[in-house]
């Protein structure tokens, strides 16, 4: 998994990030565990650092 640990400033950078392996949990009684493969946040990105209200890392 990665996690963002800088805010980007300008470009995005794998600097930003750091990687992280966690256990998978085991679904409960109701639920199903999902397994994305390809997720974009480029627009909240890109949105995330024209906006000065932003109040991430």
């Known amino acids: 998994m990665a996690c963002l640990v800088l805010r980007p400033v300008g470009l995005i950078a794998e600097s930003n990030f750091e990687w992280m392996q966690e256990p998978i949990p085991t ?7 999902v397994r994305n493969i390809y997720l974009s946040l480029v ?15």
Request: proline share 9%; glycine share 14%; hydrophobic share 25%.
């Open 27 to 33: 679904p409960g009684e109701g639920q199903i565990l």
């Open 43 to 57: 627009q909240q990105i890109e949105d995330s650092n024209r906006s000065p209200s932003w109040n991430g890392i």
